[in-house]
């Protein structure tokens, strides 16, 4: 697709039978077939399967019957979502040739709710990663300026919406990879409430800080989008038991009286001076609609990152103990015992960076080292998630940076995990709390997306998508797509 069409437009010209499903698949998979190729955005692409789902939802609206709420809109998932039939890779060779017997609930959902799912996105390998560079097959690469990172891990989810290779795309936020992507490509990225989105069929990574979510071009269509896979899943027992509200009508009213608080510690050294101005700016915008704004404090925010990386790796390096070239996945040829068969696999099959991980996560778990490390993390876990309760008290709704700097330039921070680390951390916080947050455009520095972050109370979507569609009301924001063409030169988007 050439030109920015939001899923709801999209949805509402498929329904009245101006443009078939057929057709505005055609597009998506014309697009991914004119830019991908530099992109990178998508590991698998299902041209035969995806139009066989748009004829069935071309045929349904011949018949009369009532379309779902994204009947014929192109969506894209990442890999680490199962599909049935369609490879799962998670980024990893290790995964290389899985074909899972199976869709996870968010993708049955969707299909549910009438989407054409076009193909799986790029990521960094299992989830880990804030760049893409940690695919095991190629980095993804930012459609507004191919020379940087899409950011991670969701960054293919995040480039293929930018450049209108899908309308709506899916991704997974453990400490930031829905939010921070969205941020450096210049969609709207929403982590939902922990346990709001059934994560089944999700292939995890850390399980108490894993959740999905969607990326899209507007407000509105990640309205759209929540209300399709939000709600009790009996198959997944941390599945919040929950009645979602109407989203989509959520988001029409006023930001009259709503109390923000701007927690000082998200502004902090390193944080780029265009990145702070923008979100300044956008904070000044809310207050003139009538908005109530001062500072406030979340004194733990400093030890979160810290706090992360000692349980992610922890979980990370349980959940992938499964990959052992036994039941599924690759099998290392010319092991000489089991032993030697599990080491070589895990060593071909992991990248460096999942290496790294199950490695610290192993030694924190490990015996003498559990009280030290482990449980101490979990300690500042609740320090942290206690933070945000004192705030809730006072405030609505918490804005800050997505992330602090713009989108860095590929392989600048490849050699650098501590450099690279840093670039979550506005958002890792709301990940160990459990709480939602919101990645919206606010502007750009030479023409790279700036995102600005909306951290609500648990279960309170609703008013972070009121708040971010009254900005972009505000500022009469217009969606439009990343060239994604080194010969387009660089364009930002306000």
Not at 16 to 38: C, M, N
Not at 250 to 264: C, Q, T
Not at 319 to 346: H, S
Not at 462 to 488: I, N, S
Request: hydrophobic residues 40%; glycine residues 10%; aromatic residues 8%.
């Amino acid at each position: 697709m050439t030109e920015a069409i939001t899923a709801h437009e999209l949805r509402d010209r498929v329904k009245r039978g101006d443009i078939s499903a057929e057709e505005a698949t055609r597009a998506a998979l014309d697009r991914i077939e004119a830019v991908d190729g530099r992109l990178r955005a998508f590991l698998t692409v299902t041209p035969e399967a995806a139009l066989d789902q748009a004829r069935a939802v071309d045929a349904a609206r011949r018949r009369g019957d009532r379309l779902g709420p994204l009947a014929g809109v192109p969506v894209a998932v990442k890999d680490n979502f199962c599909t049935e039939g369609v490879r799962t890779t998670c980024g990893s060779r290790i995964l290389e040739n899985f074909v899972p017997p199976y869709s996870g609930t968010a993708v049955r959902r969707l299909a549910e709710a009438g989407a054409v799912i076009i193909g799986k996105t790029n990521m960094d390998e299992f989830a880990m990663g804030s760049s893409n560079e940690n695919s095991g097959f190629y980095p993804a690469r930012n459609p507004w300026d191919l020379d940087r990172v899409p950011g991670g891990s969701s960054g293919g989810s995040a480039a293929a919406v930018a450049a209108g290779e899908a309308v709506v795309a899916f991704g997974s936020d453990t400490g930031g990879s829905v939010r921070q992507p969205a941020s450096f490509c210049g969609v709207v990225g929403l982590k939902p409430t922990y346990g709001l989105v059934s994560r089944f069929g999700l292939v995890a990574f850390a399980s108490s800080l894993d959740q999905i979510g969607p990326l899209t071009l507007d407000v509105t269509d990640s309205a759209l989008a929540l209300q399709a896979v939000a709600g009790h899943d009996p198959l997944d027992s941390t599945s919040a038991r929950y009645d979602p509200p109407d989203y989509l009508a959520a988001i029409e009213g006023d930001v009259k009286g709503l109390r923000i608080g701007i927690p000082r510690e998200y502004f902090g050294e390193g944080t780029e001076p265009a990145v702070e101005a923008a979100v300044r700016k956008a904070i000044e915008v809310l207050v003139g609609l009538g908005a109530k704004a001062e500072e406030c404090s979340l004194p733990h925010t400093d030890h979160a990152l810290s706090a992360y990386y000692i349980i992610a790796p922890a979980e990370c390096s349980a959940n992938l103990a499964r990959y052992d070239g036994v039941r599924y996945g690759l099998r290392a040829a010319g092991a000489e015992d089991l032993a030697d068969m599990y080491a070589k696999t895990r060593a071909q099959g992991f990248g460096a960076e999942v290496q790294r991980r199950i490695m610290l996560g192993t030694y924190a778990l490990s015996s003498g080292y559990y009280d030290a490390y482990y449980l101490k993390a979990q300690k500042v876990r609740t320090l942290v998630r206690q933070d945000f309760e004192r705030a809730f008290a006072k405030y609505d709704v918490l804005v800050a940076p997505t992330s602090p700097t713009v989108a860095f330039k590929l392989g600048e921070r490849a050699e650098n995990p501590l450099a690279m680390y840093l670039a979550d951390v506005c958002t890792i916080p709301v990940n160990l709390a459990g709480l939602p947050g919101l990645s919206i455009p606010c502007g750009d520095d030479g023409g790279l997306p700036i995102g600005l972050q909306l951290i609500g109370r648990a279960l309170d979507e609703a008013t972070l998508l009121r708040t971010a569609h009254a900005y972009e009301r505000a500022v009469g924001f217009t969606p439009r797509l990343a060239p994604a063409d080194p010969a387009a030169g660089k364009g930002g988007r306000a």
